[in-house]
């Protein structure tokens, strides 16, 4: 698979087969997700990688009642161990902390998807409440929860905003007439939306 498919075939699954991901897929997906950026290299994200039914329970109770989640057969908790990247770049730190864990979180996605599985970021949820249910340590954040397991649903790409109403050149407020390599995308959506008629 092209990571042009990953991108475009990616979308948040919240219903799922019942099917088990062998925990070496899991470790597959991360081992190649975590050469995502970081900040200084610090690579401050840890994953609590939880399989068990009861505390699958607990987070999708945490997480504002998004019972959904129980249908993943895994849920891999992003935390972000902060403490050093605030040493490192003061009031910056928390900013980047966070923006690490989110690019690690969507290497995850996109790798998953590859392998022919389905993901949703799930970021509603009491960061309390979450420690608790899995003993994550005070000074460590949950901050995404991602669900994983082989899809039960089929969903076509993903509404998305123009590039024209997204972007400016060179300065705010100056549109982008044409982007000439934006057809080849537009031809890729167009033959994947295809798939569903
Ligand atoms: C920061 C963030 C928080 C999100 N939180 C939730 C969530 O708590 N529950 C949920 O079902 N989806 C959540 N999503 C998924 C978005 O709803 C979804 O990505 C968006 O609607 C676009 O749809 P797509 O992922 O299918 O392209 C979250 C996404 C992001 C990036």
């Given at each position: 698979?092209?990571?042009?498919?990953?991108?475009?075939?990616?979308?948040?699954?919240?219903?799922?087969?019942?099917?088990?991901?062998?925990?070496?897929?899991?470790?597959?997906?991360?081992?190649?997700?975590?050469?995502?950026?970081?900040?200084?290299?610090?690579?401050?994200?840890?994953?609590?990688?939880?399989?068990?039914?009861k505390k699958r329970?607990?987070?999708?109770?945490?997480?504002?009642?998004?019972?959904?989640?129980?249908?993943?057969?895994?849920?891999?908790?992003?935390?972000?161990?902060?403490?050093?990247?605030?040493?490192?770049?003061?009031?910056?730190?928390?900013?980047?902390?966070?923006?690490?864990?989110?690019?690690?979180?969507?290497?995850?996605?996109?790798?998953?998807?590859?392998?022919?599985?389905?993901?949703?970021?799930?970021?509603?949820?009491?960061?309390?409440?979450?420690?608790?249910?899995?003993?994550?340590?005070?000074?460590?954040?949950?901050?995404i929860i991602i669900?994983?397991?082989?899809?039960?649903?089929?969903?076509?790409?993903?509404?998305?905003?123009?590039?024209?109403?997204?972007?400016?050149?060179?300065?705010?407020?100056?549109?982008?007439?044409?982007?000439?390599?934006?057809?080849?995308?537009?031809?890729?959506?167009?033959?994947?939306?295809?798939?569903?008629?």
């Open positions: 698979m092209q990571l042009k498919d990953s991108i475009l075939g990616r979308r948040s699954i919240r219903r799922y087969k019942d099917r088990e991901v062998p925990l070496s897929l899991v470790g597959e997906i991360i081992e190649l997700a975590k050469h995502a950026p970081s900040s200084g290299n610090l690579q401050n994200w840890r994953f609590v990688i939880v399989t068990d039914m329970e607990k987070l999708a109770e945490a997480s504002l009642e998004q019972y959904w989640m129980v249908e993943a057969p895994i849920h891999i908790v992003v935390c972000n161990d902060y403490e050093k990247v605030k040493e490192h770049y003061g009031k910056m730190g928390r900013m980047y902390s966070i923006q690490n864990c989110a690019a690690v979180a969507y290497a995850i996605m996109l790798v998953a998807q590859e392998k022919g599985l389905g993901t949703c970021w799930v970021g509603a949820f009491d960061p309390e409440a979450v420690q608790r249910e899995l003993n994550i340590p005070e000074n460590m954040d949950p901050e669900t994983l397991g082989y899809s039960n649903d089929k969903k076509m790409p993903a509404l998305r905003e123009t590039l024209h109403y997204l972007s400016y050149f060179e300065e705010w407020g100056n549109r982008v007439k044409s982007f000439s390599t934006v057809d080849d995308v537009k031809k890729k959506l167009k033959s994947i939306k295809k798939r569903f008629k």
